[in-house]
């Protein structure tokens, strides 16, 4: 009898009322309560397997096919499937099998209705979440796929026929990434500058401050962990030969407005000049930058380097026109008349309000606020004082960080979610508790103390736990906790940003939630010759993001204005070489000492040595060369 049947029968004695049989203890089935058990050869074997399986899954690049992914997830669950319940052992085969047919382009239109009928009688009779949760992908992909399926179904797929580079579809700015990489390593760090010049005009920020989402899909994972992109465009910025010339092309007579000296205003004024047209830049502030200068500090970008290249872009021929506030000191309607084309990218500067008692007190600011303060040169005295920081982000970190080199006494970092759950980056986290700031997880701000004069003295907040998975992470809610008191001096709130565009929407512009609404090219088809893009468009988000909007803007308003101008870089990449790929440790970048930096705002992060540079440019596989990139005719030399 197999161990299946024997289940069901010891069920049906019990049912009877009648105790089942004892196995008979034999020296191959007994086993000692002291016996110890170790990992066999095999078992090890499977889950080193299982980790590069996780990491191929982490590195997953843009478009690849959905139904092929689908079926590979489909193919993975039944290798975890127990096997007792039919639903999960014979439907999820059926799935498989089903999917097979629509990737042979064999199905038919029952057949994709079969499998959503399939994949939800899995997911409600499963009795596991290994069926249930496999049967819920499968749902997920033909619902949310279709049309993709039902191409399959005629023998096409429209993501095969092109595969990008995964590292430079991951970019924003799709910045030629291996291309940039091999320069490097041959030493040629001009070339190299020049080449990231063709897609991003602010490496140097970029190699400082950038998320790098390129790394997510770094074909190097699959052998040992992502190559480190953000550095090794560091060590050419940190190695270039200053005041590189930069060609312009000819006068067009069109005159292009923008709005906004961020990163985005700056990449858009950067390429119409080099495409010919004459450009003005309105800012409010008192120095060109954005959220660059006014909102990232020095330690981690210095201003020296921004100024840098701030200027070879004003040096182009960028007029600028600083102080200025559009739709106060000038008319939206003035620059209508006066510009053949307008770009707005006012960026995204004022706060987000916690909405709780005492929010207004002397002694709670805004983060913007502050770090814009720094920005300008005043930076305030905290010491001795008790700061408490509100917020996950990066703009909490560099704020709580901040405040560190301020004189901060103590600094603590209340997050209503868990540390996992931050939205800063990891490294930027790490950086803000070695700094000496304290994480307070799972507290969410209740009121605010003040004292007799009305100045706040203490933070009130209410404990969470966690509860159900929302928008794709887990949400909080409060726990049967007593509130608990958080002393504070200042209270520093950095729980996002809002868009000041009540001027623009007064003036004509679609906006939604203070977003002002625009096409994917960034064009208003509601008012002709005007633009906009990044964070005053889709919300606060990166500068990579901003540069891409800054990006497209440019091409979208030189196609209104008539032209067609190409941005292009004639640079010859190294030949690769074809170096071995055994697994070798990521070379990371390290930090001057906690204890050291929060005395100052020089420059926390040290470069790579040229050792480390060798090495770390030798990991990258060559993606354009060897296996993507090359199927659609190598590298783009212009756009």
Known sequence: MDKATNCFGEARMRKAGKAPAQPLQTE???????????????????????????????????????????????????????????????????IESLLNGVLDGTATESDLSRIETLAENVRVSADCAIGTQAAEMALTGVRAFRDDYELHAEGRCVC???HPVPCVQGCPANVDIPGYIALVKAGRFDDAIELICKDNPFPSACAYVCEHPCENTCRRSFVDSAVNIRGLKRYACDHETPNRPTEVGEPTGKKV???GGGPGGLTAAYYLTRMGHSVTVYEQRAKLGGMLRYGIPNYRLPKTLLDTEIAHITSLGVEVKLG???????AIADLERDYDAVYVCIGAHSDKKLRIEGEDAPGVVPAVAMLREIGDGNVADLTGQDVVVVGGGNVAMDAARSARRM????????????????????????GAIEDGCELMELVAPAHVEMDDEGHAVALWGQPQMISTVRGGRPSPKAASKPEVRIPATTIIVAIGQNIDSAAFEEFGLPCKWNEIQAQPDSSIPEKPGFFTGGDCSWGPATVIRAIEGGKVAARAIDTYLGGAHEIRCDVEIPAPNLA????????????????????????????????????????????????????????????
Not at 324 to 330: E, L, M, R, Y
């Open 580 to 639: 071995d790929r055994v697994p070798c440790g990521r070379v990371t970048m390290k930090e001057r000492p906690g204890a050291e930096r929060i005395c100052d705002f020089e420059l926390c992060e040290i470069g790579m040595s040229e050792e480390e540079m060798l090495q770390e440019a030798g990991r990258c596989l060559g993606c354009d060369h060897f296996g993507y990139g090359a199927f659609k005719g190598g590298r783009s030399r212009a756009w």
């Open 407 to 430: 004189g901060a006494k103590s600094v603590k970092i209340v997050y209503r979610r868990r540390r996992a759950d931050m939205t800063a980056l990891p490294e930027e986290i790490d």
């Open 257 to 259: 407005a923008v709005i």
């Open 324 to 330: 200025v506030s559009v739709g106060k000191d000038i």
């Open 160 to 162: 095969t026929s092109d």
């Open 28 to 94: 191959e089935n007994s086993m000692s309560p002291l016996e110890i058990r170790t990992s066999s050869k095999a078992e090890q074997t499977v889950r080193g397997v299982c980790q590069d399986m996780a990491r191929r899954l982490v590195s997953h690049p843009q478009g690849t096919c959905p139904v092929d992914v689908t079926r590979g997830l489909i193919a993975l669950c039944r290798t975890q499937t127990c096997g007792k319940c039919v639903p999960c052992r014979i439907g999820l085969a059926q």
